[in-house]
């Protein structure tokens, strides 16, 4: 096959945001030839973005629509779909491709509890001729792939501290009430933590590692009208010693986005788009056991600004590099599996925040679950709240 | 009188620094007639300073040397002292002077534990006609009088979170080991939340107000051979709900030191000596509650950099408004009493490790005081560590 016909399952802000980069032509080597979706007037939404773009480029293929996931993988004619429905139903879907022999890619975050993840993974180990990803965007981004960079090249010896204020996701209270399932237990399965920190939380174990022990100071509803958190301070220990801090929000805006990593030999600070490095001439251990002569003396050190190449491709160059992967068998950006790992971080942060305790990962999954359960048991329903899709343009 | 004649109670880092400030000549309003040290060899280190200094000015005084502070208090003809000896007691020569009828400075912390800082206070009730201050020097940066200033106008209208991450405190273990009170419970009573901190705790509620619980996850000894905390990193609620963050250690170089405050109208930031206002058109709030049409929507945001007079005074300008005080009435930079807020934050924190418990401000001083002493008893001697004085320029 010359190109990856692709059926995208969900036309909310995130279907209909891949639908349009493949009707702008950034997708070369994919066609979307099916799509899929309870609510029929999303449908009628998506063939009307395709008409629009018919008129300036006539090859963009009409998908078929489905009225659900399960129709387009039985009947839709795509090598591979895109999972991008609410959260919870991300593994079903994703399973359900990957056993009808398609390759999936799924939206972050992998799911909402570890065990169906686990459930999802040990799909993709049965399937391991096809193709699963996962819509890391982020890790597109120059800026973290160079600190990836950095810091597993081991220039810069071991981590000490990490310390990320990733507060600007400010979403207004029109936001939350612009779909049902939206920031309940229920529906969407957390907040901040499920939908628009999977990013970070992605990045931070990425770049950083898996942290060991979380900590965590969680807020409900604290600056919205809903059920799930909102504000977060996390506070969490790494294998090594190493101590690490995670603050978001969807309350504040501007917000802050600065990631900072001290390292033994250095420290390396994103703010933003700009990245920063200070580079010490020994490290920091060796400068205390070494100087005996400087009551307030200290190693030297050069702060520069980090080059990095500049591409930031996100949801395109994922699904480029997934069409890559399926066709000639490239590297995805991120393969599907590791949608674990944040994932197990954001359940540890609930876990800690429900039981007031210092969770230690790997933590009790079924615990987690049944509190979760209890938690979606008692969620209340969004009555009044009509669902409705956003342009998600610039916003994550 | 036209100048204040002012005895300074202990030669070591502190000591010698205001010295050198006052033979560079900038505390006009100041005679330095007195000092006193427990070490011979600090006070023939004090007098040839001097005499160096009076090649240029012959103006200077020669002070008059004494073994004690409590013999400088009786003896000396001084109308004022500065307390610049190892933290424990400050409170005690506070007294003793302000008991002898002389205007009283205390170089920061207040002291190590509440219940003697009150006593101190106290004794400053007990004499209302005398001015006592607290060395607080980092009030007079512009950054911090600035920021003191937007938040207390109430321009930004409530805070919701505080961040500040302050670990530009690097020191090494010849550092700890230049003093054998440093850095011991017994005789220093605390590690970088006593000796570095107390600026920056003064500082934070001087700007933010009293955290009303402290959470801490603190680690002792774990970036040098100290038996006392080199790594904090705290979290806190405040009455009305916001909540914040500080993060210290003397373990990192070059460190960071950046403070964030978030209020419902727009951010401030102070990152070193810049100092940023994201200032919003409406509060967040109403935006949230008003936006019926924007999914991503946001109010609008001007940033810019915030100018400030570019003074920044430090210990000279404490001690010239103290004679200001002295002299003519006028305002101190921090009054002594107000020296407690900060002791209150940094005793909490210690309590909160201790006890691994959230700390509710007021906290039970006595159960403290219980722990510190435990802590002091069990404190171990740093034999083989002489005692060094180093040039604390651009230190502090």
Chains 1, 2 share one sequence.
Not at 285 to 297: I, L, M, Q
Not at 366 to 389: C, F, N, P, V, W
Request: glycine share 10%; proline share 4%; hydrophobic share 35%.
């Amino acid at each position: 096959m010359s190109k990856v016909r692709l059926g995208i399952i969900g036309m909310g802000n995130m279907g209909s945001g891949h639908l349009r980069n493949y009707i702008k032509g950034k997708m070369p080597e994919i066609e979307i030839t099916a799509i899929a979706d309870l609510v029929p007037a999303r449908l009628e939404a998506a063939l009307s973005q395709v008409a629009g773009g018919r008129k300036n480029n006539p090859e963009i293929t009409v998908p078929e629509c489905f009225a659900s996931g399960e129709e387009l993988i039985k009947k839709g004619k795509v090598d591979a779909v895109l999972v991008a429905v609410p959260h919870y139903d991300h593994p079903k879907y994703v399973i359900m491709a990957l056993d009808h022999r398609l390759h999936a890619m799924s939206e972050k975050p992998a799911g909402v509890y570890t065990l169906q993840v686990r459930e999802m993974i040990a799909a993709a180990d049965r399937h391991p001729d096809l193709v699963f990803g996962m819509m890391f965007n982020q890790r597109t981004n120059c800026v973290y792939r160079k600190m990836r960079e950095i810091i597993k090249s081991g220039e810069l010896g071991a981590i000490k501290r990490t310390s990320w204020i990733i507060t600007d996701w400010y979403r207004s209270q029109y936001y939350y009430d612009s779909g049902e399932w939206r920031a309940t237990w229920a529906g969407e399965g957390g907040g901040v933590l499920l939908n628009q920190c999977p990013h970070n939380l992605d990045l931070w174990q990425w770049i950083c590692g898996m942290p060991k022990t979380i900590d965590v100071k969680m807020h409900f509803g604290k600056w919205h009208d809903i059920e799930v958190e909102d504000d977060v301070t996390a506070y969490c220990e790494y294998e090594n010693g190493a101590t690490g801090t995670f603050i978001t929000t969807t309350g504040d805006y501007p917000g802050t986005n600065r990631f900072e990593i001290v390292c033994e030999g250095g420290t390396l600070v994103s703010d933003k788009k700009s990245l920063t490095l200070s580079k010490l001439n020994m490290t920091i251990d060796e400068y205390s056991k070494t100087n005996r002569t400087a009551t307030f003396g200290h190693p030297e050190c050069v702060t520069s600004e980090v080059e990095t190449d500049g591409l930031n491709e996100q949801h395109p160059g994922v699904l480029n590099a997934f069409a890559g992967a399926i066709l000639r068998g490239e590297k995805l950006v991120a393969d599907g599996r590791e949608g674990i790992n944040g994932l197990l971080i954001s359940n540890a942060m609930h876990l800690s925040a429900w039981t007031g305790k210092t969770v230690e990962i790997p933590f009790d999954e079924k615990q987690y679950y049944d509190e979760l359960m209890k938690h979606a048991a008692s969620s209340r329903l969004k009555k009044g709240s009509s669902t409705k899709i956003g342009n998600t343009e610039g916003t994550y």
